[in-house]
């Protein structure tokens, strides 16, 4: 007999505009927290997981000289809402007039919140200070933001698996252009 490995997927939302400038509003087709969803998809979190997302974030923060994070019940709200949905896809502005920093994480088989977080920060040896990209990385340790929240879901129709679908959410919004140098220390 043989282990067949997860097979990973990862996205990060990159805020293209300077903070100051303000996005147009998105609606969803309905209100988040009523999509007629017929069989619920998304976790909910308990204690410990929010907890073990928040640790994982301020560890891998704390290397970096970036402040903690804290736990946003009004961010893992959406993300919920977002991950419910199963869409292996950045929700693009539509969950709220205001945007937030978004990683998703989607693998097959059970992919648990230390899993996620791990393939999050691996993506830490792509980044080049002395020619610094946007990534998730980038999001995981900007220092300006303060909180986030996440979900979790699993998810059928993504591909002919079923996956586990980790959103987070990060407010305010990393990976914003032309403030990389005082946000991301090396």
Request: net charge negative; hydrophobic share 45%.
């Amino acid at each position: 007999m043989f282990a067949v490995s997860n097979i990973v997927f990862i996205l990060t939302l990159f805020t293209l505009l300077p903070s100051f400038v303000s996005l147009p509003a998105f609606a969803l087709p309905f209100p988040v927290g009523t999509q007629p969803v017929k069989t619920r998809r998304a976790f909910d979190l308990d204690r410990s997981d929010r907890a073990a997302y928040v640790l994982a974030h301020n560890i891998i923060r704390a290397q970096y000289n970036a402040p903690p994070l804290t736990w946003s019940p009004s961010l893992a709200a959406k993300a919920t809402a977002w991950a419910d949905m199963c869409m292996f896809q950045h929700s693009d502005g539509i969950l709220d007039t205001k945007p937030y920093g978004e990683n998703i994480v989607a693998a097959t088989g059970d992919y648990w919140v230390e899993d996620a977080m791990n393939t999050l920060i691996s993506t830490r040896d792509q980044y080049n200070p002395a020619s610094p990209t946007y990534t998730q990385f980038t999001q995981l340790i900007w220092k300006s933001t303060t909180q986030v929240g996440c979900a979790i879901a699993r998810c059928d129709g993504i591909i002919d698996q079923t996956v586990t679908l980790h959103v987070c959410l990060y407010d305010p919004p990393g990976n914003v252009v032309g403030a990389l140098p005082p946000n991301v220390e090396a």
